[in-house]
């Protein structure tokens, strides 16, 4: 009875010890889970501003502010023999200064003739080359403003601010405010940004040379990068001997997929520009870059897309007389194809956004024209941004905000594709 007595506090101050050390652990799990989440929502937060920050800078660079003149086509203007060589900017300023009259001095119609972009010639010289019999009519047409209208029409101009820290003078707004009276001054959709290539004059600025050498260097990535990727991944994970070369190769292969991406630019440029002499700038050595720094992470996709095929399927196809190499293609590769598809579309999407190893090659070159083939010179998309966020107009900016979009917008498709295949295509065993 005593034993009994004396043992109760005993056992009474354990189980004392055991809830206080369980509600300790609940407590500590409670708090692990509170800083996850505030971790996740941390991050949202800081993801939701900078698309915010971006988007409220770049979306007005897809509007673009347009006058309009009404464009006399003089017949003694043109040389029926050389009509890319007659004075366009003539017609311009004749147009514009018809709506101002009072405009004489020489300063004056300087800035009055800078309200114009410098791309409203080129494109009278677009329409007369397509058709040549408007020449002697007159025609109503919306050329681009210069940058600075852009700005002021969107707000990026402080009107308010003292006329010496402004780039319009006072008789500038005078005459913007003319043209805005009069209906001839409007904002529309950028089809340059679209449709041009770079220029230095932002309002003429356009993807479409960066898009296309985008779509080139892309291009040569996946032919190579895929079916090297996916036979090395074979190989290694079906093929290949257990020994110490083997691992070897396979530690390196870990290891590459971390290596800077800048250092596969100096092997570019060391190996594909001063070893082979391949031309600078052009797709193709972009292709090849990419390619090498791609590979590892299709690799390793690739095999974990293999690894993750049961071993049942191998001995099953064994055991009904089909052959080693049967056994793979016909059986293991079909069922590890949307792991190696979505591996391979995530490693192109991260060479989308690649500017270091570019640069390294020479893909820095201001290029106007698209690029019309694979040896041709050509920039991307990220070094494209990056050439407009060194310029130091402000009408850079939004177009720089701009591009980012369009590059996401790139890198969300990529993304979402490589969803939908492992979501349709993938079984589950």
Same mark, same amino acid.
Do not use: C
């Given at each position: 009875?005593?034993?009994? *007595?004396?043992?109760?506090?005993?056992?009474?101050?354990?189980?004392?010890?055991?809830?206080?050390?369980?509600?300790?652990?609940?407590?500590?799990?409670?708090?692990?889970?509170?800083?996850?989440?505030?971790?996740?929502?941390? &991050?949202?937060?800081?993801?939701?501003?900078?698309?915010?920050?971006?988007?409220? !800078?770049?979306?007005?660079?897809?509007?673009?502010?347009?006058?309009?003149?009404?464009?006399?086509?003089?017949?003694?203007?043109?040389?029926?023999?050389?009509?890319?060589?007659?004075?366009?900017?003539?017609?311009?300023?004749?147009?514009?200064?018809?709506?101002?009259?009072?405009?004489? +001095?020489?300063?004056?119609?300087?800035?009055?003739?800078?309200?114009?972009?410098?791309?409203?010639?080129? !494109?009278?010289?677009?329409?007369?080359?397509?058709?040549? &019999?408007?020449?002697?009519?007159?025609? &109503?047409?919306?050329?681009?403003?210069?940058?600075?209208?852009?700005?002021?029409?969107?707000?990026?101009?402080?009107?308010?601010?003292?006329?010496?820290?402004?780039?319009?003078?006072?008789?500038?707004?005078?005459?913007?405010?003319?043209?805005?009276?009069?209906?001839?001054? !409007?904002?529309?959709?950028?089809?340059?940004?679209?449709?041009? +290539?770079?220029?230095? *004059? #932002? *309002?003429?600025?356009?993807?479409? +040379?960066?898009?296309?050498?985008?779509?080139?260097?892309?291009?040569?990535? @996946?032919?190579?990068?895929? /079916?090297? +990727?996916?036979? &090395?991944?074979?190989?290694?994970?079906?093929?290949?001997?257990?020994?110490?070369?083997?691992?070897?190769?396979?530690?390196?292969?870990?290891?590459?997929?971390?290596?800077?991406?800048?250092?596969?630019?100096?092997?570019?440029?060391?190996?594909?520009?001063?070893?082979?002499?391949? #031309?600078?700038?052009?797709?193709?050595?972009?292709?090849?870059?990419?390619? @090498?720094?791609?590979?590892?992470?299709?690799?390793?996709?690739?095999?974990?897309?293999?690894?993750?095929?049961?071993?049942?399927?191998?001995?099953?196809?064994?055991?009904?007389?089909?052959?080693?190499?049967?056994?793979?293609?016909?059986?293991?590769?079909?069922?590890?194809? #949307?792991?190696?598809?979505?591996?391979?579309?995530?490693?192109?999407?991260?060479?989308?956004?690649?500017?270091?190893?570019?640069?390294?090659?020479?893909?820095?070159?201001?290029?106007?024209? /698209? /690029?019309?083939?694979?040896?041709?010179?050509?920039?991307?998309?990220?070094?494209?941004?990056?050439?407009?966020?060194?310029? #130091?107009?402000?009408?850079?900016?939004?177009?720089?905000?701009?591009?980012?979009?369009?590059?996401?917008?790139?890198?969300?498709?990529?993304?979402?594709?490589?969803?939908?295949?492992?979501?349709?295509?993938?079984?589950?065993?």
């Amino acid at each position: 009875m005593q034993d009994v *007595e004396s043992s109760a506090p005993s056992s009474v101050r354990t189980i004392d010890i055991i809830n206080r050390k369980l509600n300790k652990r609940y407590r500590a799990e409670k708090r692990f889970k509170r800083l996850g989440l505030a971790a996740i929502l941390s &991050s949202l937060l800081f993801l939701a501003l900078l698309f915010i920050s971006i988007a409220s !800078q770049g979306y007005s660079a897809f509007v673009q502010t347009y006058i309009l003149l009404d464009i006399h086509f003089s017949r003694d203007v043109f040389d029926v023999g050389n009509l890319a060589g007659a004075d366009y900017n003539g017609l311009v300023r004749k147009s514009l200064q018809s709506l101002f009259p009072e405009v004489r +001095g020489r300063q004056e119609k300087r800035m009055l003739n800078g309200l114009i972009s410098s791309g409203a010639s080129f !494109q009278l010289q677009k329409m007369v080359m397509s058709d040549t &019999s408007i020449i002697g009519s007159t025609r &109503s047409v919306w050329v681009p403003a210069d940058d600075d209208v852009d700005m002021l029409m969107k707000g990026r101009i402080d009107r308010s601010a003292p006329e010496a820290e402004r780039r319009l003078k006072d008789v500038q707004l005078g005459w913007i405010d003319g043209l805005r009276g009069d209906h001839r001054l !409007q904002k529309k959709f950028n089809m340059i940004f679209f449709t041009g +290539g770079d220029s230095r *004059e #932002p *309002e003429l600025a356009g993807i479409l +040379g960066a898009t296309m050498g985008s779509m080139y260097t892309l291009i040569v990535t @996946l032919l190579l990068s895929f /079916p090297v +990727g996916v036979a &090395s991944a074979i190989y290694l994970e079906e093929f290949a001997p257990r020994n110490k070369w083997i691992d070897l190769i396979e530690v390196n292969i870990n290891n590459l997929a971390a290596v800077p991406s800048i250092v596969f630019g100096l092997l570019g440029l060391a190996v594909f520009l001063n070893f082979f002499g391949l #031309p600078r700038s052009a797709p193709l050595v972009g292709g090849l870059v990419l390619t @090498l720094m791609t590979l590892p992470t299709i690799i390793i996709a690739s095999r974990v897309s293999i690894q993750s095929v049961p071993p049942s399927i191998r001995e099953a196809a064994l055991g009904v007389g089909a052959s080693k190499m049967q056994t793979v293609f016909h059986h293991v590769m079909p069922l590890a194809l #949307p792991g190696m598809l979505t591996g391979t579309i995530i490693g192109m999407a991260r060479a989308l956004g690649e500017s270091a190893p570019l640069l390294m090659i020479g893909m820095v070159a201001f290029i106007v024209d /698209p /690029p019309g083939g694979f040896l041709e010179p050509a920039t991307v998309l990220p070094v494209q941004i990056y050439l407009w966020a060194d310029s #130091p107009e402000r009408a850079f900016v939004e177009r720089t905000s701009a591009a980012i979009i369009v590059l996401l917008a790139f890198l969300m498709v990529m993304n979402a594709a490589a969803v939908f295949l492992r979501s349709k295509f993938e079984r589950r065993w």
